[in-house]
């Protein structure tokens, strides 16, 4: 169930990346609500999975996956490049979160 918590905080997580971008640093309220409401449901599951997993280890897959999602999102639907030193940058990503998985930490 952990993981199920972890993955929706991410999903929130991304959604708060996306929100505060089109805020235009607070001036839309629209999307300054959503990233206010999004980021306190991300923060709220996180809370839940970090019963089962180390802080540490949880923290960083939410953010690293959260921060991978939001690059790829950018790329497929807001024009964002996407080379290769920042793919280079998501297999790490992604290398590191897999080690800290099998390092059995939930």
Known sequence: MSWLYLSTAVVFEI???????????????????ATLVSGAIA??????AL??????VGYAIWTSVA???????GAL?????LDLSKLFGIALVIGGVVGLRL????
């Open 43 to 48: 923060t709220y599951f996180l809370s839940l």
């Open 103 to 106: 390092s059995g930490a939930a």
């Open 77 to 81: 639907f807001f024009g964002q490049r």
């Open 15 to 33: 959604a708060v990346a996306i929100s505060a971008g089109n805020a235009k640093g607070f001036t839309r309220f629209g999307w300054t609500a």
């Open 51 to 56: 019963l089962t997993f180390d802080v540490g």
């Open 67 to 73: 921060g991978v999602g939001i690059v790829i999102l």
